[in-house]
């Protein structure tokens, strides 16, 4: 039987509450499916800085790189939000993006048919939407040096190399493979330079992929598209900051943030995760949406180690609880039957 070792970190506010119910997914689905998870716990964030004073104890690190993949939940609260910027919670996700060198974000966005009516946009908008970003993560102008605050003038650098665009356009390629075989890269070509060596660079990949179509598109043209017909994307493929915004607007399509995972991957490591914070406005009280973490654990079943079918099980079982009607509180004015609570929504996806 294979087996697979998972490091689990929590984190703060919701973050245990959802994992929880990634767990209890994950062990039903692994004795259908036929293997075996073992999981091993580490601190990151607050609950982190609260046991040892650092947002990301050196041990971390280690059971994130020893284990097979990361699972992680949400950190973050407005406890630790007066600390010095490199000693906040926030600061201990970026050590270990870095760390594990996962430069490649993935974020599907996928419009449930069952909540398209109730949604507040046009259904037949909206309806049928099943898209990816793929975002890079750790380079562009959230890097770039230099970058300093002097005085009355502050700047920041967007750099790119060849390699860094080569290596993401490879991942977005790839997946455009696996789906349907067209991809949008955005830039801003007709005004940065480092955009222009983006298309260049996205244009040389292409060649490489003759069977997927290519579409170049401006940012600002896209932040549009994506909102008048999301419907004719398929992958998108863009730098980090673009990445950043066009996915937060993207990921409003669906209902609920509580809805949408995400996975950071690089040549070894990955490492997945809700799109959404901690919320720590809502901990504790059971009301948490699971369904982002539970389908962040699908996608890591399916990047991580190829369990195709197992990520299929629990996509199609996420869909099925969907259609019985049953929503946790963020969709309960979405056609709700029944309301139900977090732990709730966790059993009713793992039984299928
Ligand atoms: P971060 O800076 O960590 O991204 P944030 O301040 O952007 O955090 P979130 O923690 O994502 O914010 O929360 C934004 C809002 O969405 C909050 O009102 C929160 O309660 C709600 N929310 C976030 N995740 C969920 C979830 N899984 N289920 C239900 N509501 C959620
Ligand atoms: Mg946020």
Redesign the pocket.
């Known amino acids: 039987m294979k087996r697979y070792t998972v490091a689990l970190i929590k984190g703060d506010g919701?973050g245990p509450e959802?994992i929880d119910e990634a767990v209890k997914v994950l062990d039903a689905v692994s004795v259908k499916e036929g293997f075996e998870i073992t999981y091993k716990e580490a601190l990151l964030g607050g609950a982190a800085i609260d046991v040892t004073g650092e947002p990301i104890p050196e041990e971390t690190i280690e059971i994130a790189k020893s284990a097979d993949a990361v699972l992680f939940g949400?950190i973050?609260g407005p406890q630790w939000d007066d600390l010095p910027r490199d000693k906040r919670p926030e600061t201990g996700l970026l050590k270990l993006r870095k760390a594990l060198e996962v430069f490649a974000n993935l974020r599907p966005v996928t419009v449930y048919d069952e909540l398209v009516n109730a949604s507040t946009l046009k259904p037949e908008v909206i309806q049928g939407t099943d898209l990816m970003v793929v975002r890079e993560l750790i380079g562009g102008i959230y890097f770039g040096q230099p970058r300093a605050y002097e005085g009355d003038r502050a700047y920041n650098t967007m750099v790119y190399t060849k390699q860094e665009v080569y290596r993401i356009a490879k991942v977005g390629f790839e997946i455009a493979m696996k789906r349907n075989k067209k991809l949008v890269s955005v830039d801003k070509a007709n005004v940065l330079e480092v955009s222009q060596l983006w298309r260049d660079t996205v244009n040389e990949v292409a060649k490489e992929y003759p069977e997927v179509s290519v579409e170049h598109m401006y940012v600002d043209n896209a932040a549009m598209q994506l909102v008048r017909d999301p419907k004719q994307f398929d992958v998108i493929l863009t730098g980090n900051i673009f990445g950043d915004i066009l996915s937060d607007e993207a990921s409003m399509l669906s209902g609920?943030?509580?809805l949408l995972p995400s996975a950071s991957i690089g040549e070894k490591y990955g490492l997945y995760e809700?799109i959404?914070?901690?919320?720590p406005?809502?901990a504790g009280q059971g009301i948490?949406?699971p369904i982002?973490t539970i389908a962040s654990a699908a996608m890591m079943l399916r990047y991580q180690f190829g369990e195709e079918s197992a990520a299929k099980r629990i996509e199609d079982a996420i869909k099925r609880v969907l259609k019985e009607g049953y929503r946790?509180k963020?969709l309960s004015s979405f056609d709700a039957k029944e309301v139900v609570t977090t732990s709730e929504m966790g059993s009713l996806i793992a039984q299928y």
């Open positions: 919701i959802i949400a973050g609920s943030i509580g809700p959404h914070g901690s919320a406005d809502i948490a949406n982002a946790t963020d």
